[in-house]
């Protein structure tokens, strides 16, 4: 997927929306007394000093948690820790909890958090390391269970985030598997230090530290044997001294790569004779939850007492880890829950799916939706996962979290039966119209427009009102047809939902564009209110300078000035820059510093409006051109007729996809035959073509041209024409050059 901006813009961004169940994630595991320190290995951590990164790379049971958890002990209290999981996956969870770890170092302001969320892939990583304060402390950022993380994006967020570190800060990040980083430009830099399984193997004199704190004798021959049988594997080596302490043989199979003899013989043989039965059903049942509390095993095993039980577990060391130090939340150690999840499904199969439903209807019930949602995946209950993401998809892709909805989109698009949820097809043409993905717009928008209009969804609106939302905002019908979906979708869209302050905004400008202004203005004004109300600013912003543009033809400059000082406070308190809804605020904003004569101003905005190109786009037609409309105004102004020229040339393409936009078709073919008359030879940068405003930011990141082809779903010889013609415009002659020059002139996204 490529992802050219956030999705939200005309729907409601709740400053509730960060914390993505951080807490948990952002704590080390507790240590116990019990655990053996690895004091060779921290003593060459401690050798690294200054080297930036170190990777801590082994199969599980090495241990990887245990020594970072031990450093980072060591480091407070300028360290930073954060658990990877699968939600790593969604550059808005990863970016904003790198972001909110250095925040608590005191590296960054916790205002930023806000706009990385918002405007999250790996071009807001240069934003987020060069907003380190200089002056503050060098610390060390530990990302554990990196392996977690398969989303391409993502992993060039980590890759950007280490090769940007300032100096004497220091990233750890632990993983089961290779991890996705230039590791060979990193050795020859003398950058990295790397640990492997070999490294982290145990000694035979930490072997008989750690059997004698099991109570399983200290002879230093039993520890030569142990270390032999297991090859120095830590967890091994913890199961092997659990069978000597109750007196029984450690088996000969135990090795890093035996884990599936474990399960059949090893676990039940020799872990599990120290448990009853009642707690080997407790264990195998409630593995079915990567994290786990007293109330949420109880709802799961369908009893009482579960806390209790976890405490007691803990304090007999059965890898039951706590998350916090008042040990409500707690953990198995990862190869101990596969080992029970594998256990559950040889003992009782049938059950699994039902207690991922009691999982999910315990965490919907105490506000966790999005852990509910995963459980209801794993259940197989669509019409359940149904419901929750219909509750929660459009809040979480408005807070910039793109790759969580379409997630939630894609599971019932793969072999689900999408055409039987016809409203999950509408939220998901929503949102791929939004990225400016025209296809899967129009695929999805079939889906839904083919499901009967009279059933009614969970948030109390009807099928009717929201294909109505969808019809109007899409615009491919003409201005009537539009206007007639907008009232539909206000009347049938509950009052309590922010697409009823769109569906305002959509007939206002219906009227618009039928060219009756005076129609319109009341409405807008009401929208502004409606938005605002429904937590929905950046359409609050945008129905601000759609007043503008009624101003305007009333020659009010005065109403305009208010207008635009009001849209921009608005964008910039809400960090909504990259907001495609913002590109008429901003071609506004332009116009009007032209109008009072403070060119350098309406140069800024003209740049502003002119980065936010590529997410103009023809699958929400009418904002697009009215902004591409303005902004080409507003270069005619400025006497740049190579922007104006690209500019409009992007409005005409739209309208040749959407010619039924009333008075717009008109107004574009006025302007092309006023710029013909003026158009000269010059190119500069404001003749970018949406395309090449799309690749500029990725210039500054550590991607290859090969790289950000793939990103964009283009040919390598399509982006080396476009990053050709980019120096050009530029004048420069080199990436770096590129990158200077684009922020110069405030084209460079940030």
Request: glycine share 8%; charged share 20%; proline share 6%.
């Amino acid at each position: 997927m490529s992802r050219t901006g956030p999705a939200a813009g005309t729907g409601t961004v709740p400053a509730a929306e960060l914390p993505f169940d951080l807490e948990t994630k952002l704590h080390p595991p507790v240590l116990r007394p019990s655990l053996v320190p690895r004091t060779g290995l921290l003593a060459l951590l401690e050798s690294a000093g200054p080297v930036p990164v170190v990777t801590v790379v082994a199969p599980a049971g090495y241990g990887k948690s245990t020594l970072l958890a031990q450093w980072a002990e060591r480091r407070q209290p300028r360290s930073a820790w954060i658990s990877c999981d699968d939600g790593d996956n969604d550059p808005a969870v990863l970016l904003t909890g790198l972001a909110v770890a250095l925040t608590r170092l005191g590296a960054v302001d916790s205002g930023l958090v806000a706009h990385i969320s918002r405007n999250a892939d790996v071009t807001a990583v240069p934003t987020l390391m060069e907003a380190i304060d200089p002056e503050a402390e060098p610390a060390t950022v530990v990302l554990d269970h990196v392996e977690a993380v398969v989303n391409q994006e993502c992993q060039y967020v980590l890759t950007e985030f280490a090769l940007r570190l300032p100096p004497g800060w220091q990233v750890v990040m632990a993983s089961r598997h290779a991890l996705p980083l230039p590791l060979s430009r990193l050795r020859l830099q003398g950058r990295l230090v790397e640990l492997t399984a070999q490294d982290l193997a145990m000694s035979p004199d930490e072997a008989e530290a750690l059997l004698d704190r099991l109570g399983g004798g200290t002879a230093g021959e039993r520890a030569e044997t142990l270390v032999e049988l297991t090859e120095g594997w830590p967890i091994g080596l913890y199961f092997a001294g659990l069978a000597v302490r109750t007196g029984a043989r450690p088996v000969t199979a135990i090795s890093s790569g035996a884990v599936d003899q474990f399960v059949d013989g090893y676990l039940r043989a020799e872990l599990f004779a120290q448990l009853s039965p009642a707690e080997i059903e407790f264990l195998t049942r409630t593995s079915v939850a990567e994290r786990i509390c007293g109330p949420l095993c109880d709802a799961i095993v369908d009893g009482a007492g579960s806390a209790r039980l976890l405490e007691e577990l803990e304090r007999r060391n059965l890898l039951v880890i706590p998350l916090d130090r008042r040990r409500e939340w707690y953990r198995y150690h990862h190869l101990f829950r596969e080992l029970l999840l594998a256990e559950l499904h040889r003992r009782e199969p049938e059950l699994v799916g039902r207690l991922h439903q009691h999982a999910a209807a315990w965490l919907e019930t105490n506000s966790r939706p999005d852990e509910a949602i995963e459980h209801a995946q794993l259940a197989g209950d669509a019409d359940l996962v149904a419901r929750l993401v219909l509750d929660r998809m459009q809040p979480v892709w408005a807070s910039g979290r793109v790759d969580t909805a379409l997630r939630w989109m894609t599971w019932f698009d793969e072999g689900r039966g999408i055409e039987r949820y016809p409203a999950i097809a509408a939220h998901g043409a929503l949102i791929f119209a939004l990225l400016g993905q025209s296809a899967e717009t129009e695929r999805l928008a079939a889906i839904a427009e083919h499901a009967p209009p009279s059933g009614t969804l969970p948030d109390g609106s009807t099928m009717g009102g929201l294909l109505a939302y969808l019809r109007a905002i899409l615009a491919r019908d003409g201005v009537e047809a539009m206007r007639r979906d907008a009232r539909q979708g206000f009347d049938e869209l509950p009052l309590t939902s922010p697409y009823r302050a769109t569906m305002l905004h959509t007939e206002a400008v219906s009227h618009l564009l039928d060219g009756e202004p005076e129609l319109a203005d009341p409405i807008f004004a009401n929208a502004v209110h409606h938005s605002a109300r429904a937590g929905a600013l950046p359409l609050a912003s945008l129905d601000l300078a759609e007043r503008c543009i009624v101003a305007a033809q009333r020659d009010d400059w005065t109403a305009i000035d208010g207008y635009v000082d009001h849209a921009v406070s608005i964008v910039r308190e809400g960090h909504f820059e990259t907001y495609w809804t913002s590109a008429l605020v901003y071609a506004w904003a332009g116009r009007a510093a032209l109008h009072r004569g403070d060119m350098a101003a309406a140069r800024r905005y003209a740049a502003q409006t002119a980065r936010l190109r590529p997410l103009l786009v023809y699958s929400i037609p009418v904002v697009p051109v009215q902004a591409l409309l303005e902004l080409a105004r507003l270069y005619v102004g400025l006497g740049d007729s190579g922007g104006a020229d690209a500019a409009l040339r992007q409005a005409e393409d739209v309208l040749a996809h959407r010619p039924g936009l009333g008075v717009l078709p008109e107004q574009a073919r006025a302007l092309r035959g006023s710029l013909d008359q003026i158009l000269d030879d010059s190119v500069g940068a404001s003749a970018l073509t949406a395309a090449e405003l799309r690749l500029l930011p990725l210039l500054p990141t550590h991607l290859s041209l090969g790289q950000i082809a793939d990103r964009l779903h283009v040919s390598h010889s399509t982006v080396k024409t476009q990053t050709s013609s980019i120096y050009r415009k530029l004048r420069v002659s080199s990436r770096g050059d590129a990158v200077i020059r684009s922020r110069e002139l405030g084209l460079d996204l940030r």
